[in-house]
């Protein structure tokens, strides 16, 4: 069966550096594009970033872009997210995502495997 794990959460504080990995299984991984989500108490889901199976094509959220970079190993069937800079509202839980197709990969619709999650805090 589909498994995605997430790992290299923390405590840090702010202008520190993560590295966050999601470990894939279950899946032929390099035909899946991969996202980065992440959900604060209260609040929505919200897009991260994602990777296409192909080509390397990026994607990011305005507020993470220029601080956080997301990669893959095909592999290894593992996906990175390298997150720098770090901010108070960069806290929350991640979540890697694997969808099955081309999509409109900002949004959590487009995913069909989710991870259970790694909490990140960034004290100012």
């Known amino acids: 069966q589909v498994q995605l794990v997430e790992s290299g959460g923390g405590l840090v504080q702010a202008g520190d550096s993560l590295r966050l990995s999601c470990a894939a299984s279950g899946l032929t991984f390099d035909t899946y594009a991969m996202g980065w989500f992440r959900q604060a108490p209260g609040k929505e889901r919200e897009f991260v970033g994602a990777?296409?199976?192909?080509?390397?094509?990026?994607y990011y959220a305005d507020s993470v872009k220029g601080r956080f970079t997301i990669s893959r190993d095909n592999v290894k069937n593992t996906l990175n997210l390298q997150m720098n800079s770090l901010k108070a509202e960069d806290t929350a839980v991640y979540y890697c995502?694997?969808?099955?197709?081309?999509?409109?990969?900002?949004?959590?619709?487009?995913?069909?495997?989710w991870g259970q999650g790694t909490q990140v805090t960034v004290s100012s």
């Open positions: 990777i296409r199976w192909s080509a390397g094509t990026t």
């Open positions: 995502a694997a969808a099955p197709r081309v999509s409109n990969l900002y949004t959590s619709t487009a995913y069909k495997y």
